[in-house]
């Protein structure tokens, strides 16, 4: 098989350990990961990449992976492009060329956008972390989805904010690719429902900390709600600087940041009060996501979110799929791991994804949750 390769090959890239002794001479499968590991939006990027590691390390620890009677370990190859799709693409190259991976993680639309220009040719997987309902329309045969669209979330957190915060929205999102596909559903449903947009100004969540200005020029339009998002940790900023002017109304919170990991920035969950976002992981009360904070709790330390666990039960779908296929081709992948996610342990799975809808999106509850009191309290969706 072309994508299986031996571990002392040279491979001129940042390679993830997985726990193997230097110089073995193992067989491996290699597996891609193509995100943003610097600028304002690595915290994201690593949030995504310990979800992926820590099941790769949970398959080498319990023995690896038996493709065609011979047993191979996971070898993950990590490359950061800073969130620049250019930059992703030439790194998905350089991972299926250099290392002959099967699949490839990408955690942004705009790197996804990108790679969905040559995958299907050059004969891997993507493994999509990104909520934009279009990686799954276009027909690529050759993309997994692994978040649900975010249409669900534009409309949901648009009817709740209408009725309880006011009618006036300030618009303050990212400018990177995702955000401004967010951005233009959310001013087009805003508007469907009655409701006016009195500023907008987008602003570049991953290369400033200073968003004064940019905020300013919002919340001098006096809105009732905000509208803020790109990853958690500049998002947190944008809220913190807000209040520090003095703005006093409710956010919507695109659905890349997540409430608890904003508020960790912006100051509390004080900071947030009546902010409307997605449920984060950390208030999900099921056994398989609260067995999945214990474990990575212990390993790493801290809360995981949504990034973690999603990216940590789709790698293990990945090798499942592999198991079950018995190859690591990227069409059969992409077939069997709809089957894999129906029969891998629930520990593997926090969120229990059963299933992938016919583009190729795992299927997921849309969830909603609001800051009410210092707390966050999940809302059922009208």
């Keep these: 098989m072309k994508t299986l390769r031996k571990l002392g090959s040279a491979i001129a890239v940042a390679t993830v350990s997985m726990g193997m002794t230097a110089g073995a001479l193992a067989e491996e499968v290699n597996i891609g990961f193509t995100g943003p590991l610097s600028g304002g939006a690595a915290l994201y990027g ?14 080498n620890a319990a023995g690896g992976i038996d493709i065609d009677g011979t047993n191979y370990t996971v070898n993950l190859i990590a490359l950061d492009d800073g969130y620049s799709p250019a930059q992703a693409a030439t790194n998905a190259k350089r991972l299926k060329k250099e290392s002959g991976v099967s699949a490839v993680f990408v955690p942004h639309s705009g790197g996804i956008f990108a790679l969905q220009d040559f995958n299907e040719k050059d004969d891997f997987l993507i493994m999509a972390y990104t909520s934009v309902p279009s990686v799954t329309q276009k027909g690529n045969e050759l993309t997994l989805r692994i978040p649900p669209t975010f249409d669900g979330y534009v409309t949901a957190f648009t009817d709740y904010a ?34 006016e ?17 940019g905020v300013s020029r919002i919340i001098s ?16 900023l944008v809220v913190q600087q807000a209040r520090q002017l003095g703005f006093q109304g409710s956010f919507i919170v695109m659905d890349q940041a997540k409430l608890d990991e904003v508020a960790e920035v912006a100051g509390g969950l004080e900071m947030m009060e009546g902010a409307i976002g997605v449920v984060p992981l950390s208030v999900y009360e099921t056994k398989p996501a609260q067995d999945f904070i214990k474990r990575y709790k212990a390993k790493y330390s801290k809360m995981p979110g949504s990034e973690a666990a999603y990216n940590y039960l789709a790698m293990h779908a990945l ?5 079950k296929q018995n190859t690591t081709e ?22 229990e994804v059963k299933e992938v809808d016919a583009g190729g999106g795992f299927i997921t509850e849309t969830t909603l949750a609001v800051v009410e009191d210092g707390k966050i309290v999940q809302k059922p969706i009208e």
């Excluded at 690593?46 to 398959?59: D, F, H, R, T, Y």
């Excluded at 339009?221 to 947190?236: R, Y």
């Design 221 to 236: 339009e006096a809105p009732d709600v905000m509208f803020v998002g790109g990853a958690s940790e500049p998002t947190g």
């Design 319 to 323: 090798i499942e799929a592999m198991d």
């Design 162 to 195: 209408m009725k309880h915060d006011g009618k006036k929205l300030g618009m303050g999102g990212a400018t990177h690719e995702y955000a401004k596909i967010w951005a233009g559903m959310m001013k087009k449903q805003w508007t469907a429902e009655g409701g």
């Design 197 to 213: 947009v009195v500023a907008d100004n987008p602003m570049d969540y991953n290369k400033s900390a200073d968003f004064y200005t």
């Design 46 to 59: 690593e949030n995504v990449l310990s979800g992926i590691k820590m099941a790769a390390e949970e398959v």
């Design 330 to 351: 990227a069409k059969a992948l992409r077939a069997g791991v709809p089957e894999a996610l129906k029969s891998m342990d629930d520990s593997k799975n926090p969120y």
